[in-house]
């Protein structure tokens, strides 16, 4: 029996170590390939996403989906009398049309009215003059950072305050901070009660 030399057994070595080289290298090859494509499907589904979310950040500009929809009303009940003087409620009601929750850190109501004296109209203005302020207030909490509308949902935020017997009528002035320089008002106008009444029955001069 002859005995293989040592070349001879390199070349054997060499020989069947050739292929797992060459599987090795093919394996590393295709795993780097498997990651660049990967990379490459991540790069584009992130490009595609952002197109995705700048075309509806558009959308909802142009049509406001996520600008403010709150239908503001105003209303005022009179309660009685003492030491002439009426304790009355106004209840402002913002109903939340939108579809997104709105915060508001400031809603200010501002109240003015009319007594026994005759009214006047501001040409300029286009109304009527309430000559004398009533009650001015923030009807948002100090201790609160911000009253908030759900979607769907009616927030009702009472002031009772008492309202002077000499007063006839009364402007109720609402005013929603969305942000700086966009606000949003309501206003009504309502009849005090005379001396002794429950409910405005008469009319001023």
Known sequence: MDHWNSLEVAKL??????PVVVALIGLWI????????????????EKKDKEQAEQKERSDERYRRNAPHIELKLDCQFHGMRNSNHL????????NVGKVLHQFKEITLRVRGIKDEPFTFDERAGRVVFPHEVRKRNLVP???????????????????????????YLL????????EYWPHTAQAVFAVPAMGETSPTRTCP
């Open 172 to 179: 109720a002035h609402v005013v929603f901070e969305y942000k």
């Open 13 to 18: 070595i060499a020989s069947l170590a050739t």
């Open 88 to 95: 009355a409620t106004i209840t402002v009601s913002a109903e």
């Open 142 to 168: 100090p201790e609160w950072n911000f009253v908030f509308i759900e979607p769907g949902v009616t927030q009702y935020i009472p002031f009772t305050f008492p309202v002077a017997a000499d007063y006839c």
């Open 30 to 45: 295709s795993s780097r390939l498997r990651a660049e494509d990967r990379r490459f499907d991540a790069a584009q589904q």
